[in-house]
């Protein structure tokens, strides 16, 4: 580990910290300091700052954290920078699931119905997990395989939500396509809380295999006489990025964009070196998407933007100009 | 000593009428909502207002809250509204509940296609901002122009087209807003057979053969104008393309099921009926 990455984690998380306190006081409802402090749940500023603005800030930076390991996991997984969580099917499984639990009527009780979107997001990414899971098994550990096994699962997906959104009615289909484009709007402590459980724990498991993964890199016969057991490991560090992808899709819809190109810039800079990117990916992906979503909820008050579409407007350009210095460089 | 009990007396008679008039803040979501909270003459409390609400004019001057179904809970709370007043059709939706749970009451008003609905939106509305009156009187005036529709059936098939930059034209099938309102002013839906709006084609034109084609001034807009339109896949092999006959409605008013949507129907039915038909 060197200096320059302890600078980097000490000059992150100073961004962070300033990010998060300049997202509790930036927003559509104008709140003074005293309300951040008030612990009063009669004063409705503190009902606005505590019930609404604080969960969105902490799921814009657990979600951030999902997406960009994930990502990050998944490239050094398949040795590929294109690799995301996309690719192996996992959110277009996701996707298939809340069009069906949006256009097929079911009869449920109204507090199920208005999470009915998250939990069936949840079951469909476990289940193509699982899908995948056991059709690693089949193409005995064969990662190119298994990337086509993710094609195959996007194309299928996408035929039938496009079934799915010929039968809908203007309603669901709207409903549809919002959730397409992601969004942090729709947050509960309830939500926050499981999502961010499930999202620390799994980031930090797979810190503990930043090392195979660097052996990974290698290639796998030298990986495996260097004694790291690949099929376990990669069969592991699919589920966990699978899961942290899931609870992702599944509380805030699709944000593209985070998963593909941090964890590659972080690269750029820092090399593959996983004990340090991961740690690295996770915060500049907490940062992109808190920025993001504050201006998301802001720039076009009192309405709303999807925060989808500003990760790509503020990441891209950014990511060309880093492509192009290094281009310069070399 | 007068004068201080003169003050306070005067004090507490402002503050008395100040409570008699209590002024609510309202956020209106869904554009027959924000007719009808105009039509009984409670603009004035309107703070906030989402983006399918641009009926009357004077509505387009309100704060937009964007689109129904892509609500911002904070947004809202902004205009620091004490009432939200919301179409069903924004349904499901988180922020509507968050708004609940931070102790502002939000009124759901249907959304169903019908003209018997119409008047259950005025009277919840009504006693919503509290102009019961005024609700009675609206409701005795859409009465009487639902009565006037003359609910004979007419041998005249027609066609709603939908289109919306970025997808393909759409034709209105059963169960869609349009289906009901040509049902409602005595004509044929000549897609009544498929269900939702479908993609426009060409042979299933050609094979419904409208008499007539309904739409609106943005699918005019969409298509690229009237020449256009006619200029689309099977539609010039169609007696309404042969004899180029085409109703431009206003789609809040005849889609909305609100109070204008009786008048809008009787309107197309006079237009139909000055058209050839089989």
Known sequence: MDRRYHGYMVGLLLILLISVIASANIGAVHLPWSSFFSFDSQNIEWQIWFNIRLPRIILAIVIGIALSVSGAVMQGLFRNPLADPGLLGISSGAGLAVSVALVIPMALPAFISLWLPVIAAFVGSLFVTILIFKLSYLTKGHLSRLLLVGIAINALSGALVGILSWVSNDQQLRQLSLWGMGSLGQTKWSIVIIASLLITVTTIIIQCYATRLNLLQLGEEDAHYLGVDIQKTQRSLLILSALLVGTAVSVSGIIGFVGLVIPNAVRLILGSDHRMLLPISALSGAILLLIADTIARTVVQPAEMPVGLLTSLLGSPWFFWLIFKQQREE | ?278
Request: net charge neutral.
């Open chain 2, 1 to 278: 000593m007068r004068i201080w009990t003169f003050l306070t007396c005067f004090m507490f008679s402002m503050v008395m009428v100040f409570q008699a008039n209590a002024k609510e803040r309202i956020v209106s979501i869904g554009g027959d909502v924000t007719e009808i909270i105009y039509a009984l003459g409670a603009q004035d409390e309107l703070v906030g207002r989402d983006s399918t609400s641009t009926h009357p004019d004077a509505a387009q001057q309100v704060q937009n809250i964007g689109y129904m179904r892509h609500l911002s809970t904070e947004g809202i709370l902004s205009l620091k509204p004490t009432l939200v007043i919301s179409s069903n059709l924004a349904q499901p939706s988180t922020v509507l509940e968050q708004i609940k749970k931070v102790g502002i009451p939000v009124v759901f008003i249907s959304g169903k296609h019908s003209l018997s609905v119409i008047n259950e939106k005025i009277s919840t509305i009504g006693n919503a901002v509290h102009r019961q009156k005024e609700a009675k009187a609206l409701q005795d005036k859409t009465n009487q122009n639902i009565a006037q529709l003359s609910g004979s059936k007419l041998p005249i098939r027609v066609i709603y087209i939908m289109a919306h930059t970025g997808m393909s034209n759409l034709v209105a099938g059963k169960g869609t807003a349009a289906d009901e309102a040509i049902h409602a002013a005595g004509l044929v839906n000549a897609m009544g057979n498929v269900m939702n709006y479908q993609p426009m084609s060409q042979e299933g034109m050609i094979a419904a053969a409208p008499d007539v084609i309904i739409t609106d001034q943005d699918a005019i807009k969409t298509i690229g104008g009237e020449e256009n339109l006619w200029k689309l896949p099977g539609l010039s092999l169609t007696p309404a393309g042969k004899n180029h006959q085409l109703i431009i409605i206003d789609q809040m008013a005849l889609l909305g099921f609100g109070i204008h949507t009786p008048q809008a129907i009787q309107d197309l039915r006079s237009k139909a009926q000055n058209f050839k038909h089989g």
